[in-house]
């Protein structure tokens, strides 16, 4: 089964606080990619970053980092020293070859409330 | 830069009726798709289109039809609409179907069935 779980669903911080955001996959695939998303309350779709199943090098991009362990199958989402405008609604998406298509499936998403 | 430009925004529809949402990329993106968002249940795929002429069923693709005439218009149609097809739905593109490449969203149509 294709799964993404994203077992937090609400997160509130107080600005300036580290966050992490959990993300838990499923898939037989050996080759897959992950992706986050955000959706800030405007209501559109930001992607974020994409990873394959080959690279499990961390990333970090300004404040925000990624964590990729195959081991445990999860890509959790770190936000460092959080503001008011990342509060939105993050979503992990495992895209799978299945159906030939390029299929995205998405967590639930995790919604994070930065508070000043 | 427009990206994918959703039409409309917001819309009311009575049971029954039927209605197109449209969806229009200028990216020339090869491969398009239609999602709903539903609270609790993240993003799931309707139908999808990997090239121009070509269709495909998702996870959810009852009451739902599509067309793909050219690369950049990519409408859904709901024929004879449910309460439950109550939601916001996406509309999105990506660069090829089978490279790594992300979906790009447009900003959203949130449809209320009554």
């Known amino acids: 089964a294709q799964k993404v779980t994203q077992a937090q669903t609400e997160i509130s911080v107080v600005e300036k606080e580290d966050v992490t955001l959990d993300c838990v996959y499923e898939t037989r695939d050996t080759t897959y990619y992950l992706f986050w998303y955000k959706q800030p309350p405007s209501g559109e779709l930001v992607f974020l970053i994409r990873?394959?199943?080959?690279?499990?090098q961390n990333e970090i991009s300004g404040r925000y980092s990624w964590n990729f362990q195959k081991s445990t199958s999860s890509f959790n989402f770190t936000i460092t020293a959080s503001q008011v405008v990342d509060s939105a609604v993050y979503f992990c998406?495992?895209?799978?070859?299945?159906?030939?298509?390029?299929?995205?499936?998405f967590g639930a998403g995790t919604r994070l409330a930065v508070h000043p | 830069t427009a990206g994918i430009t959703q039409a409309p925004t917001s819309q009311i529809l009575a049971a029954g009726r039927s209605m197109t949402l449209r969806c229009t990329q200028d990216m020339r993106h090869n491969a398009m798709y239609w999602y709903r968002q539903d609270l609790g249940l993240g993003l799931r795929l309707i139908h999808y289109?990997?090239?121009?002429?070509?269709?495909g069923k998702g996870e959810v693709p009852d009451g739902y039809s599509v067309s793909r005439a050219n690369t950049d218009d990519f409408p859904l149609t709901l024929a004879s609409a449910v309460p439950s097809q109550t939601s916001v739905y996406f509309c999105a593109s990506s660069d090829g179907a089978g490279g790594n490449q992300p979906q790009h969203f447009g900003d959203g149509t949130r449809l209320s069935i009554l």
């Open positions: 289109s990997n090239t121009a002429g070509t269709t």
């Open positions: 998406a495992l895209r799978t070859f299945s159906g030939g298509y390029n299929k995205l499936i």
């Open positions: 990873r394959n199943s080959f690279d499990e």
